[in-house]
T-cell receptor
Framework: KQEVTQIPAALSVPEGENLVLNCSFT??????LQWFRQDPGKGLTSLLL?????REQTSGRLNASLDKSSGRSTLYIAASQPGDSATYLC????????????FGKGTMLLVSP | KAGVTQTPRYLIKTRGQQVTLSCSPI?????VSWYQQTPGQGLQFLFE???????NKGNFPGRFSGRQFSNSRSEMNVSTLELGDSALYLC???????????FGSGTQLSVL
């Protein structure tokens, strides 16, 4: 059974810092990995999707890497802003290829001005 | 382009009742999946539908069921509600089921 762990559970940084969020998973037989953000009381917004054959994806100030063999992914946020404050969730897609994601518990990020 | 729409936004029910939640996917998306989110368990996969067929099911009791219509809209039903069913229920859609997922804002269900 796939298990996804995110470290740290919470993170507080001053505006402008670069930061790294970590995600690990127990079964390396994955189809893809997605990073989401969730604002309080809201649904999830997909940030980056990495296919199992890829090593990284970039979107603006965000960069996600994937090391499937070691069961790890990182989300790098450059020059953090107060608007980045949210919970960040890592989710692993199973080998069926369908949208049956296993989620981590998330990292709650607070960026203070 | 309209996003994923879930109705209702909030629901309050009592134990033993049943409830139906609705999800309208993004136009053109044929895969709809449902997730339950609770503070203790986090996000857990319920089931996924594609072209009116359930393709995958998570580890939930048979009280949780769903269906998908020919226009890709989906409903999920929970019968004989229990206190532990209180959660945020999220619906997500994608084109075929293995691309980026787009989530709705969810239905917050409270069981009293």
């Amino acid at each position: 059974k796939q298990e996804v762990t995110q470290i740290p559970a919470a993170l507080s940084v001053p505006e402008g810092e670069n930061l790294v969020l970590n995600c690990s998973f127990t079964d390396s037989a994955i189809y893809n990995l997605q990073w989401f953000r969730q604002d309080p009381g809201k649904g999830l917004t997909s940030l980056l999707l990495i296919q199992s054959s890829q090593r990284e994806q970039t979107s603006g100030r965000l960069n996600a890497s994937l090391d499937k063999s070691s069961g790890r992914s990182t989300l790098y946020i450059a020059a953090s802003q107060p608007g980045d404050s949210a919970t960040y969730l890592c989710a692993v897609g199973g080998n069926s290829g369908y949208s049956t994601l296993t989620f981590g518990k998330g990292t709650m990020l607070l960026v203070s001005p | 382009k309209a996003g994923v729409t879930q109705t209702p936004r909030y629901l309050i029910k009592t134990r033993g009742q049943q409830v139906t939640l609705s999800c309208s996917p993004i136009s053109g998306h044929r895969s709809v999946s449902w997730y339950q989110q609770t503070p203790g368990q986090g996000l857990q996969f319920l089931f996924e539908y594609f072209s009116e067929t359930q393709r995958n099911k998570g580890n939930f009791p048979g009280r949780f069921s769903g269906r998908q219509f020919s226009n890709s809209r989906s409903e999920m039903n929970v019968s004989t509600l229990e206190l532990g069913d209180s959660a945020l229920y999220l619906c997500a859609s994608s084109l075929q089921g293995h691309e980026k997922l787009f989530f709705g804002s969810g239905t917050q269900l409270s069981v009293l």
